[in-house]
């Protein structure tokens, strides 16, 4: 009769959980999982490194430097993100479905808006490919090359932009600051002398009225102010 096994002794290494597979796709997946869990500051190549059960130098060799593992973060997110073929009867509406879905999957990573406003000019495949077809989009809208390039741009500044203020305000404590930011504003504003701030007076109650929905509206006034130019520029033609 075998006997059986003696549990493993727990001041041995070999009783410790596995050490994951050291690649280039395990440690942005272990920066991805440090990300959710202590957000963006806490990722830095030590504790990457900490999460896999080596040591810091052992990244360098897959990864430059902290910046590098940021934008590569960045770029594995952006290989969810579905753009459409162009079509050039409903292309203001596919760029703005494309708008509202980079922004949905930053704002669901919190910390990932704030690599791409922090980036200089991403060039890392997944992200390459998506401006690509972003600007596909927008030739198809019958846009210059040049507006083409500088709308690709603005769009990708604001959906980050919008991004970042989204996930900031997913916490009650960021609902709450926002909440009592805007009250103080209010009660201010009737302090203020008669003749004083008007357009601020006049427009507080839209101010407050903002949300997602203020968010969305900016979206629409910078597409369509790409339409308007690709129209000129087709009239031009």
């Known amino acids: 009769m075998t006997p059986e096994p003696l549990p493993r002794q727990p001041w041995l290494r070999s009783g410790r959980s596995p050490r994951r597979q050291l690649s280039l796709e395990s440690i942005i997946e272990a920066a991805l999982e440090l990300l959710s869990t202590d957000g963006l500051d806490a990722v830095t190549m030590r504790k990457v490194a900490q999460r896999l059960d080596t040591g810091a130098a052992s990244l360098y060799a897959y990864v430059r430097d902290k910046a590098e593992l940021h934008e590569l973060m960045l770029d594995e997110v952006m290989r969810e993100l579905e753009v459409p073929e162009p079509d050039p009867e409903c292309w203001q509406q596919q760029l703005k479905q494309v708008g ?58 604001y959906v980050a932009a919008g991004a970042y203020e989204q996930a900031r305000q997913t916490s009650e404590r960021a609902a709450h600051e926002a909440a009592e930011r805007i009250d103080k504003i209010r009660d201010y504003l009737q302090l203020v002398p008669a003749g004083r701030l008007p357009h601020l007076i006049a427009l507080a109650p839209a101010m407050a009225r903002q949300g997602p929905h203020g968010y969305e509206l900016g979206l629409d006034l910078i597409i369509d102010g790409l339409a308007a130019r690709a129209a000129r520029t087709a009239a031009v033609d």
């Open 100 to 157: 509202l879905q980079v922004t949905r999957l930053m704002a669901s990573r919190p910390g990932i808006a704030r690599i791409a406003l922090e980036t200089l000019i991403p060039t890392t495949p997944h992200t390459l490919d998506k401006m690509d077809q972003m600007l596909a989009l927008l030739l198809a809208g019958g846009l210059s090359a040049d507006d083409a390039v500088v709308g690709a741009d603005i769009l990708s500044l």
